[in-house]
């Protein structure tokens, strides 16, 4: 049993009028607003505690942080004002928390083998994983709250001095850490069985990040001709000011992949599987052997899977990247990116991110763990329809061709099923008709937003020519991006609602 102290601590607030005035600080251990009674919450409440530790962080030395963040510490404040009934509702609380044992924390490993044997299954860990073992913000709330904050105090130098030399969890900056985003980073690394994540404002900034902390000025990759096209430019545009060259190969081409790792002292292999916008599969396990035998990291960019869908790690990659805007927050409303892998590499990408800024706001990270909850739902439906509507389109009269990886017509749909649990929802295909045709059928769909993006709740329907390729017909020729392809992202609504407003607008192809 442990006595805490309610000795107040004095700080000084300005008031109207510019007095000063004295304000009291109140220090409680880990969780202890859980055990506490209905009376001595109310108590709480009458000076402002409640509100504050409802969401407050836990103060636990035993939770070293990883670079640049970690746990925090409980406080509520009460004002001067308030004094007398700061007093009672102190001495209440007093009496009840003398009796309440000193929780302990767990240490971080101890929490994720705890995950591990209480969460089984991808569906549990989308819901819980994070949350609700291991979250150190301690509340009563099912929720993780958001924690809207740009900077972490101490309560003297030698705390922080203690958090500098890693005996004291705290954060310190926002732009280095905060709670909010810290549960979201567990959660995506219990669903991707990686030793870390770190979260970023955007699935671009995540790569550049990668590219920027792991590719050496000088270095070689060596990447697919099918990708997202800005990844592509910056790619071609920024890498060389560094001094980097860089090897495009054709996603299947594993030749080309070999002959690449024996000319060149490659420093990393960066591809997504399934591909932009042919969904082309890459034998992660073999790739993996390949590079790993030459001294080259690969890297996946795994968003047009999910972790539902796939999990590059397991299979022997190095590194896994998600724009977290798709599949993982899902509702077509928040923007962010991620990279999972082994802590040795995630801590270099963490100290770039951490010099250079990109910070995904608590606000987003708060959004994207909402989103996650449902993330086992969402692409097992539309797993489902993205094969229903490939196959109902392979058989139509108006389509020339399907690209879906869940077709045995695909040219990698041996690989896909055997590193793939389900085959996504996007469905690409060629309309059997010119650029004008094309057009007259995405302008005649009802349903579908035509948009960008992908993986959320709502379907979304664009022509990649004029999306993403209207600028330069010569990079739709060297690509492949052809004047009738169409991308079509499935989300969750109704099959045969989706299939009958397709019907009707091939009609006017």
Not at 12 to 26: H, K, Q
Not at 298 to 305: P, V
């Amino acid at each position: 049993m442990a006595t805490v102290s309610l000795t107040p601590q004095v700080v000084f607030s300005t008031e109207s009028g510019g007095a000063l005035s004295s304000a009291t600080i109140l220090r409680f251990p880990p969780n202890f607003v859980r055990q506490l009674s209905t009376k001595a919450r109310r108590n709480c409440s009458n000076i402002g505690v409640a509100q504050i530790v409802a969401a407050a962080w836990s103060d636990c030395p035993a939770c070293r942080p990883h670079s640049g963040g970690g746990g925090g510490r409980a406080r509520g404040v009460a004002s001067s004002h308030a004094a007398a009934a700061s007093a009672a509702a102190a001495a209440s609380v007093a009496a009840e928390v003398s009796a309440i044992p000193n929780a302990k924390v767990a240490q971080p490993s101890a929490v994720v083998q705890a995950e591990r044997n209480l969460l089984g299954s991808d569906a549990s860990l989308a819901v819980h994983a994070g949350e609700r073992l291991g979250r150190r913000i301690a509340t009563d709330a099912i929720t993780t709250p958001v924690v809207n904050t740009s900077a972490y105090w101490f309560n003297n130098s030698q705390e922080l001095i203690d958090f500098k030399e890693g005996r004291h969890a705290s954060f310190e900056y926002g732009r280095y850490g905060n709670p909010t985003t810290e549960a979201l980073e567990k959660k995506m690394s219990a669903l991707e069985k990686a030793e870390s994540t770190v979260f970023v404002a955007s699935g671009m900034y995540a790569a550049v990040a990668m590219l920027s902390a792991l590719v050496p000025a000088g270095g070689h990759i060596v990447t697919t001709t099918d990708c997202y096209r800005k990844t592509r430019i910056y790619m071609e545009n920024e890498l060389p000011k560094r001094g980097v060259s860089m090897t495009v190969i054709r996603p299947a081409d594993m030749d080309a992949l070999q002959n690449a790792l024996d000319s060149n002292n490659v420093s990393l292999f960066f591809t997504e599987t399934p591909t932009n916008p042919f969904l082309r599969c890459i034998d992660v396990e073999l790739v993996a052997n390949m590079c790993h035998s030459k001294g080259a990291l690969l890297c996946i960019d795994s968003t047009f899977a999910s972790p539902i869908n796939q999990k590059a790690l397991t299979l022997g990659a190095d590194l896994v990247i998600h724009s977290a805007t798709k599949y993982i927050a899902g509702h077509n409303d928040v923007i962010g990116g991620c990279v999972s892998g082994r802590d040795e590499l995630v801590s270099k990408v963490r100290i770039y991110h951490h010099v250079v800024g990109g910070v995904l706001n608590p606000n987003a990270a708060y959004l994207i763990l909402r989103g996650m909850k449902t993330l086992h739902l969402r692409v097992q439906c539309q797993n489902n329809t993205a094969l229903r509507m490939a196959q109902f389109l392979e058989e139509h009269p108006k389509i020339a061709r399907v690209y879906y990886p869940g077709l045995p017509s695909h040219p990698e749909h041996h690989i896909a099923k055997t590193q793939m649990t389900g085959f996504g929802g996007v469905v690409s295909f060629e309309v059997a008709g010119d650029f004008d045709g094309t057009r007259r059928f995405i302008d005649s769909v009802k349903i579908p937003y035509h948009a960008p993006s992908f993986g959320g709740c709502e379907s979304i329907i664009d022509q990649p020519a004029i999306m993403s390729y209207w600028d330069s017909k010569e990079q739709r020729d060297i690509y492949g991006i052809k004047d009738n392809l169409i991308r079509f992202s499935i989300g969750v609504e109704d099959f045969e609602d989706l299939k009958n407003d397709l019907v009707q607008a091939l009609e006017k192809v």
